[in-house]
């Protein structure tokens, strides 16, 4: 139905830009990834694998790395454990007010990053709102540590962010669910429990997923919680990213780091849509 | 084996037959909307009832409250002694056969089948062999492992039926599950279903919009016009003897005339004839088929009815005649099928075949 | 679509667990904003409890920070462009992926929506790479070039699902009777998607003026909103960052509000509205 003119002007234009402004830059990176620098800070353009391997074997980087999968698994996990039972909340029970509370949900998701990080170190300093208000009701005596500038607090957190993240996807995969089908299952003899183990679950499993995949990858990525939370312990992989970038001064490895990163979202995201795909049943 | 007739009779005479479910006064209203009034109705063990309404008429509603889904405003559902309608649907003895099947997309055939006795806990083996059963009951064997979304409507529906039947419940509720099939697989199903109903012999309530469809299956016919019960009988006698001017409209074809009886005579515009009814206005049924052409004589009893042809329209072996008579009155005339009718017709009919009925009121 | 067992009595005691954990979770996702909030006006500062010395002071110090209002004008400048690039080239993706054939088709879509999910430092730093390498000074220009590939993806994302709604046979349509292409694009394609770019562009806009990561990189002297108030904390906390804050919150609000109110006029219903949010929604840390 469209002439060749048309399909070209639609095509063409952002063929172009994703070119010159996505691929190319991603390439560069990659070759960047094999290049060094010298000491005098200019760029040698040497092909070798030298980074890939200081990213496996210096210690720092190596841990570091782990340290930011398992955070980004916990953050996950718990985004899931809170958002999964409040879309199934709203989906099913909600009734008149399913609106509201959706967008009670999805407000915060529009407020800036920014603040509700900002926000959560206000709260958990030792001069905090939460350790001060704990010590005023006289349930601790000192300041908890441990509230701020470590794990706990990016845990924290990015589950805060993801949280509504996770919610989305499952929520629209469980109003995706035909209510005949729960009808049947308890029509069938099965108990609102046994139904949602085997009926609603497995069908929502594809939500799950998406959401799933989201919080990993972007807290697994994420450098502002950690910045302004983590402290020392809670460092996070693209916190030094960012240092390779600025003081630090060693953009072929940083290129490195960024390209593994790159190449691990690209398979989770691979392996997810196998995933959802086998656990989708139009 | 008991046949239709006689469980409906005993039903009908109120002769302590054996009465599975109770409806007592079950009335139903969503909010200001009142959907179900004052419903009572006794289903007998082994019966097909069919639940006969127009869209609106409450009838998948009813449907529901029996199943569990909703809980009724008023009235009570009785099960031999027992109070049913204070049982989640998951503790009732009652399945459900859903109008779009409502098959579980992430399970096989087999798995859907067996769903039920499952969630029972029943042991590997059981569930399977009744599994099978039911399978080659409904002649589903071959597809027994393949997935909902990749057999025809038709058989999604026999697997439908097999997954509600395996659990051997007392009372199967069917909402319209014939309707999203084509006119011939539907009334291959309708024959296949009232056998495997006279086989299992457990009640069957079917819900459906389509008269036909009712009278081919079912043993009784409950017709349900805007959330009240018009008419309880079996399909003959729902057709010979309508009890409503709605109820002779929505069954079949017929001719609705307003008489008077003066005197010991039926009034009906220019037409009369003597009857034995008691003076007063009244409201006659007559169906077309009732209406023949005169042979060569006017038959002993009957009446004249002459006019000219105004419509028809062919249906195969009978035609649907629409005849104006002089004096404006517009009837259908059902004759067999004619190449050509020619100038006045005159028929006749029998005056016992004009079966009065009550005039539908706005509200029951 | 709802769950008939919500009249029934049966459930009331899973219900009641389930609210009582969706309570749980609302109070943990808008407590630290209302905390935010209320030590904005806090004259003690933005820790301890309880608040006291209600004050208008931050704000006042606010109004007067006039690097702080730079950075809004710079960052309100790049949302603004940032707009114009992803939606001009966001639709005519959307287009070409719905009805284009093309060698590359499946690459381009899988690269035009990874910015969406990729951690936006990885999309940050490659363009870095790219100005470098083509000696472009970063300024706000190069911000703008930055947010804009980066939220195409999310203009492209719901311009195609704003597509799918759309009866395809108005097209047939309006070229049977004798439009050209162009004019069918501007008479019948564009007013059916107005709902799509009008959503776009607000979510656009406000993940623009939210945007750190890619910016980071790409900032020259001046910075955008976010950046300015980074490096604030950098320096050190005061409550005149909660005031801003709030301000943003408001602002926000609004913005979703707004788009809400938008979704619901056409589609009606928050599960299809869910559909749409969620791609977009994962460029948000971007």
Redesign the interface.
């Known amino acids: 139905m469209f002439s060749r003119a048309y399909r070209t002007a639609i095509t063409l234009p952002p063929l172009l830009w994703v070119t010159v402004f996505l691929l190319v830059p991603y390439l560069l990176m990659f070759c960047y990834s094999f290049w060094s620098v010298s000491p005098s800070q200019a760029i040698l353009h040497t092909w070798s694998l030298d980074n890939y391997q200081q990213l496996r074997h210096v210690d720092v980087y190596w841990q570091t790395l782990l340290r930011s999968m398992w955070i980004a698994a916990r953050v996950t996990l718990f985004s899931l454990l809170l958002g999964y039972p409040l879309a199934y909340f709203l989906s099913f029970y909600a009734g008149k007010r399913k609106d509201l509370f959706y967008q009670l949900v999805v407000i915060p998701l529009w407020v800036s990053y920014l603040v509700r990080a900002y926000a959560w170190k206000t709260i958990l300093g030792s001069d905090g709102v939460l350790n001060t208000l704990l010590q005023y009701v006289h349930l601790t005596r000192h300041p908890l540590e441990f509230l701020l500038y470590s794990p706990f607090a990016v845990v924290l957190t990015l589950t805060h962010i993801y949280t509504s993240f996770t919610f989305l996807p499952i929520y629209a995969s469980l109003e995706h669910i035909p209510r005949n089908l729960v009808e049947a299952s308890h029509d069938l003899g099965a108990s609102p429990a046994q139904t949602f183990w085997r009926v609603v679950f497995p069908l929502s499993i594809p939500g799950v997923l998406a959401g799933a995949t989201f919080a990993f990858v972007l807290s697994l990525g994420d450098f502002l919680a950690p910045q302004l939370l983590g402290g020392p312990s809670g460092i996070m992989i693209s916190n030094i990213v960012v240092s390779l970038f600025g003081a630090a001064y060693n953009w072929p490895l940083g290129a490195a780091i960024s390209f593994c990163m790159l190449v691990l979202v690209v398979s989770l995201l691979f392996v997810a849509e196998r995933l959802e795909k086998k656990w989708s049943f139009a | 084996m008991v046949t239709g007739e006689q469980i409906a009779q005993a039903t009908s005479a109120g002769v302590a037959s054996t009465s599975l479910l109770e409806i007592r006064n079950v009335a139903k209203s969503f909010g200001k909307n009142v959907v179900l009034r004052n419903i009572s109705l006794q289903v007998a063990e082994g019966e097909f009832l069919t639940v006969l309404g127009e869209s609106g008429s409450g009838k998948t509603t009813l449907l529901?409250i029996i199943?569990?889904?909703?809980?009724a405003t008023s009235g009570e559902l009785w099960m031999g002694r027992e109070r049913l309608d204070v049982l989640?649907?998951?503790?009732r003895r009652?399945?459900?056969v859903?109008?779009?099947y409502?098959?579980?997309?992430?399970l096989t055939v087999e798995q859907n089948v067996g769903?039920?006795l499952t969630?029972?806990k029943q042991t590997k083996s059981e569930v399977a062999s009744r599994v099978e059963r039911a399978l080659a009951q409904v002649k589903m064997t071959a597809h027994a492992k393949a997935?909902p979304?990749k057999i025809s409507g038709g058989q999604q529906q026999r697997v439908a039926l097999a997954?509600?039947l395996v659990?051997r419940p007392k009372l199967l509720l069917l909402d319209e599950p014939l309707s999203a099939l084509d006119a011939n697989l539907r009334r291959q199903m309708q024959v296949e279903l009232k056998s495997l109903q006279r086989e299992v012999g457990i009640s069957f309530v079917f819900v459906t919009h389509d008269q036909e469809e009712a009278m081919v299956m079912s043993d009784r016919i409950a017709l349900l016009r805007m959330g009240g019960l018009e008419q309880v009988a079996t399909p003959r006698e729902i057709y010979s003897r309508p009890a409503t001017a709605y109820t002779a409209q929505f069954i079949g074809h017929t001719n609705l005339l307003q008489g008077e009886v003066r005197g010991g005579i039926m009034h009906c515009g220019s037409l009369s004839w003597k009857t034995n009814s008691p003076d007063g206005p009244y409201l006659l049924s007559l169906r077309p088929e009732n209406i023949h052409l005169i042979g060569s004589s006017l038959r002993a009893g009957a009446v004249r009815l002459q006019g000219k042809l105004q419509q028809r329209a062919f249906h195969g072996a009978t035609e649907l005649l629409r005849v104006e008579c002089a004096d404006g009155l517009i009837v259908s005339v059902r004759a067999g099928a004619r190449t050509e009718w020619q100038g006045e017709l005159e028929f006749e009919f029998d005056p016992a075949d004009a079966v009065p009925v009550r005039a539908s009121a706005e509200r029951i | 679509m709802e769950l008939c067992l919500s009249e029934a009595n049966h459930h009331s005691g899973r219900a009641g667990w389930l609210f009582g954990h969706a309570l749980l979770v609302f109070a943990f996702l808008y407590l630290p904003i209302v905390v935010l909030i209320v030590y904005s006006f806090n004259g003690a500062g933005v820790g301890g409890f309880p608040p006291r010395d209600l004050t208008l002071d931050w704000y006042r110090t606010l109004l007067a920070d006039g690097a702080i209002w730079e950075s809004v004008v710079n960052s309100l400048l790049v949302a603004a462009a940032a707009v114009v690039i992803a939606l001009g080239l966001g639709i005519p993706a959307a287009l070409a992926l719905d009805r284009a054939q093309f060698p590359g088709k499946a690459l381009f879509r899988r690269l035009v929506l990874l910015p969406l999910i990729l951690p936006g430092i990885i999309t940050g730093l490659s363009l870095l790479m790219l100005f470098n390498l083509g000696k472009v000074k970063l300024s706000l220009l190069t911000i703008i070039l930055g947010h804009g590939t980066a939220l195409i993806s999310v203009a492209t994302t719901e311009v195609f699902a704003g597509l799918q709604k759309f009866d395809r046979a108005q097209e047939e349509a309006s070229l049977d009777l004798g439009a050209t292409y162009w004019q069918t694009f501007l008479r019948v394609t564009l007013p059916n998607l107005k709902l799509s770019i009008v959503g776009a562009a607000l979510l656009i806009f406000t993940l623009s003026m939210d945007e750190i990561a890619v910016s980071f990189f790409l900032i020259g002297r001046d910075n955008t909103l976010p950046l300015e108030i980074w490096g604030r904390l950098r320096r050190g906390i005061t409550p005149e960052i909660n005031a801003i804050s709030t301000i943003i919150f408001v602002f926000s609000l609004a913005a979703i509000v707004l788009w809400y109110r938008l979704r619901l006029g056409t589609e009606g219903s928050p599960e299809t509205a869910a559909e749409l949010i969620e791609p977009a929604e994962q460029g948000a840390q971007s």
């Not at chain 2, 199943?67 to 809980?71: S, V």
């Open positions: 529901r199943a569990g889904f909703e809980t989640p649907p998951y503790k009652v399945n459900t859903f109008q779009h409502a098959l579980f997309p992430h769903y039920g969630v029972e997935k979304s997954r509600a659990k």
